[in-house]
């Protein structure tokens, strides 16, 4: 059973950066794609970020250059870096686990959070202006 645990949410102003942790239990090494996503006020969830089990990564548009996706796997931490933070960056950050089945990770943001995922609590994010 995969377990995920955010932390490191909190309010920033705009323009700040702010780094998210994700503790990462049950899940074996090179079978998962590990994502972040992201849900705002009144709104659906976003994928934000996708770490391939071999190093690629993959960003939504509206944080391309400015969010960075990353892991320790000596620790089974994934990270999100977030610098540059904008108001419209607030929301419930999500990690999430989602099985590869060996294929390689999607590119492509509707097709990340598959119905197999496992997801954490999340940690809040709120920037302001």
């Known amino acids: 059973q995969v377990q995920l645990e955010e932390s490191g949410g909190g309010s920033v102003q705009s323009g700040g950066s702010l780094k998210l942790s994700c503790a990462i239990s049950?899940?074996?090494?090179?079978?998962?794609?590990m994502e972040w996503f992201r849900q705002a006020p009144g709104k659906g969830r976003e994928g934000v970020a996708v770490?391939?089990?071999?190093?690629?990564?993959y960003y939504a548009d509206s944080v391309k250059g400015r969010f960075t996706i990353s892991q320790d796997n000596a620790k089974n931490t994934l990270y999100l870096q977030m610098n540059s933070v904008k108001p419209e960056d607030t929301g419930m950050y999500f990690c999430?686990?989602?099985?590869?089945?060996?294929?390689?990770?999607?590119?492509?943001?509707?097709?990340?959070?598959?119905?197999?995922?496992?997801w954490g609590q999340g940690t809040q994010v709120t920037v302001s202006s």
């Open positions: 770490l391939d089990p071999y190093g690629y990564t």
């Open positions: 049950g899940a074996t090494p090179y079978t998962y794609c």
């Open positions: 999430v686990a989602d099985p590869n089945y060996g294929s390689p990770c999607p590119s492509e943001q509707v097709s990340w959070g598959s119905d197999d995922a496992y």
